[in-house]
């Protein structure tokens, strides 16, 4: 991972002390800031209905379709204007001075961000800012801008392609623009600049910027994916000179919009450059999703002038580059330390082998052996093995059941203060009929103590929940049963902005507010479906994924499995070709390997993958729970894995 070489005082990389060398591992900062931002509305990203990037779309593109309104906003450019310095020898003559790096505090660490002090001249702002468009092709006047957005406030608004401006500015920034990052390489800064004109009352509102183009481009020169990854903006004239107000702030902003905590705020002076990374929200990762939120505030006075564009960087193939993220290394890293907070069913399954599935006869049984089971139980036990740490939270009676369940969990290492242990029942039983016959087919049935279903204590909630805000758990699994359980989780891990991983295998009420909440709900493809209230599929995952974050995977057993995160494309990802023993728990081990590649930032395909080769190990496993073996076999476990994990 590469990071901006940036200090305090321009001094070489390698004689930063090793403290400041490490600047973006330091802890965010704590301090905060409050700041009244009364007449500015916050917006959060997402929530608009019509653009391509986290940007608000106004009431003139609400009935535009996306494509249409990318177009509009993308697609005219006008003529450049930093030829007219040229004209007039108004750049500043080589050797340039030494440009003063500060980089921006209370960010999480990994993160680049930072003001670079000076890269243009004042001369040299006038001059662009006396070459601002008044009209023609990529001019926009602020009504205009008004309409197709309604987080921003401007006196106009022009897109320009100035090939000249990117490379001076590329060559001046040639000791600071990282030269590595995500992966990719150092491609050039953007020519296509939006220069921007704020009068008095101008401003733009909360929101945070994405990559561009939005699915990365081949390009021939240079062998390899584009796409972009930082965001420049150049400030053309000063705060407290030309202009009062208008600050660039890095915030936390609350629901009503009032209040904004403010992790990072500058006051823009002439030929400044600020330089920070851009989100990627999709699959989201461990980090919270509006890391860098931001925001112009109000220009009180004056008049302010900017330019912004995007730095880009060359991939070696298109998957790294649409899902590579540089918080990515920093999970990766922490895969091993990763904690769930499993909620669903443990279910003693007695397994009989049979020749073929009954209907009204008897016949021979081949084979008899006890597993624990249940949905949550053989997802949380397959996550334990591969390496998550798991906090399973679960009913089961005070009998010799519960007890051999308890014990299982143990062995696996899974942390067990939230069972549920109800006194005097049973825990819920199943005897499941695998046939051995070609058609391989199964039937299941369930015993559940009425008593098991009992509402449990507030505290047994209260306890989980004050964990999650604790920041105890990184992701949330739920089966889907267990409901009154999975339902106030999933609701305080949203507000937390905690991923919840869901599934569904019945519609009710309570059900549709699960999937709701989760960040990534895999079910099979009639449920989805269900869910949806489409008969196709693929109009039903594409409904279903319906807000930043998202992701919606339909199963569908051995056709494999359909996903897609929202804005993207549908990923299909057959099954594996294996020697089926036992399709019991299948589904159940999916999920576990799609949580387990989720967590450590992976994109949908590569998670999709993951937890096709987890349930093709159970498959090959009888019983309803994968085995250590199984995973081994797939090399789905690391050498530490291999080593510590001891199953019976």
């Known amino acids: 991972m590469s990071v901006l070489r940036m200090s305090r005082r321009m001094v070489k990389l390698s004689a930063l002390p090793a403290a400041r060398l490490l600047w973006f591992l330091a802890p965010a900062c704590a301090m905060r800031q409050t700041l009244h931002m009364a007449s500015t509305a916050v917006q959060r990203a997402g929530e608009h209905q019509n653009s391509v990037h986290n940007i608000g779309a106004g009431a003139g593109a609400q009935e535009m379709d996306l494509a249409a309104w990318s177009r509009l906003k993308n697609s005219e450019l006008g ?77 106009s608004r022009s897109l320009v392609n100035d090939e000249l401006l ?18 990719g390489r150092l491609f050039s800064v953007n020519p296509n600049f939006r220069f921007v004109h704020y009068d008095t009352g101008g401003r733009h509102s909360t929101h945070i910027d994405g990559r561009e183009p939005v699915m990365p481009r081949w390009d021939e020169a240079a062998e390899g994916w584009v796409q972009s990854r930082l965001t420049m903006q150049i400030y053309l004239n000063s705060h407290g000179k030309d202009f009062e107000g208008g600050e660039f702030a890095i915030v936390d902003a609350d629901d009503n919009g009032e209040d904004v905590q403010v992790k990072h705020v500058i006051k823009p002076q002439a030929g400044d450059v600020v330089l920070f990374y851009q989100e990627r929200l999709n699959p989201p990762s461990d980090y919270p999703p509006y890391e860098l939120q931001h925001q112009g505030n109000d220009v009180t006075a004056g008049q302010k002038f900017a330019c912004r564009t995007m730095v880009d960087y060359i991939f070696p193939n298109e998957e790294v580059a649409h899902f590579s ?10 895969a091993d330390k990763m904690s769930v907070l499993a909620i669903g069913n443990t279910i003693m399954d007695t397994v009989l082998t049979v020749s073929h599935i009954p209907v009204d006869e008897k016949i021979h049984v081949e084979t008899k052996k006890t597993y624990v089971g249940g949905q949550g139980a053989n997802a949380a036990q397959a996550l334990a093995l591969l390496g998550a740490k798991v906090s399973f939270m679960t009913r089961i009676g005070d009998d010799a059941e519960g007890t051999t369940a308890v014990t299982a969990y143990k062995k ?93 295998e019945v519609v009710n009420a309570e059900t549709r507010e699960l999937a709701d909440l989760a960040t990534v709900v895999i079910a099979t493809v009639p449920i989805i479906k269900a869910l949806a209230g489409k008969d196709d599929l693929r109009a039903a995952v594409l409904a279903l994924a ?30 594996m070709d294996v020697d089926v023993h036992d399709t019991t728990g299948a589904g159940d081990s999916y999920h576990a390997g799609y949580l387990m590649a989720f967590l450590k930032g992976q994109g949908v395909a590569d998670c999709m993958s993951l937890a096709t080769k987890v349930a093709a190990a159970k498959c090959e496993t009888p019983g309803p729970s994968v085995t250590h073996e199984a995973l081994e076999r797939f090399g789905l476990l690391d050498r530490q894995q291999r080593a510590q994990v001891t199953v019976s």
């Open 79 to 155: 003529e450049a204007i930093s030829p007219r310095l040229t004209k007039i020898g108004a750049w500043r003559p080589d050797p340039q001075p030494k440009f003063q790096v500060n980089e921006m505090s209370g960010l999480t660490p990994g993160v680049p961000a930072a003001v670079v002090q000076g890269v243009l001249s004042e001369q040299e702002c006038k001059e662009l800012i006396a070459g601002f468009p008044s009209g023609g092709q990529g001019f926009m006047p602020g009504q205009r801008v008004a309409e197709l957005y309604r987080d921003r406030k401007v006196k």
């Open 325 to 334: 993220n540089v918080k990515d290394d920093y999970m990766a890293k922490n």
């Open 412 to 504: 696996l290492g899974m942390d067990l203060a939230h069972v549920i242990c109800v006194p005097g029942a049973h825990t819920s039983v199943a005897a499941v009929l695998v046939a051995t016959d070609k058609e391989k087919h199964r039937s299941c049935l369930i015993y559940d103590d009425p008593r098991l279903l009992e509402p449990c204590s507030a505290e047994a909630l209260n306890t989980a929940i004050q964990r999650l805000s604790s920041g105890d758990f990184h992701a949330v699994y739920t089966d889907g049963w267990q409901i009154d359980l999975a339902l106030p989780i999933a609701r305080a891990a949203q507000k937390l902005s905690i991923p919840i991983l869901a599934d569904v």
């Open 546 to 575: 319906n807000r930043p974050g998202r992701v919606i995977v339909a199963t569908e057993g051995e056709k494999g499995s359909h996903g897609v995160a929202y804005f993207e494309e549908i990923v299909h990802v057959p099954a």
């Open 166 to 183: 990117a490379r001076i500015l590329q060559e001046r920034l040639r000791e600071v623009l990282p030269q590595q990052l995500d992966g």
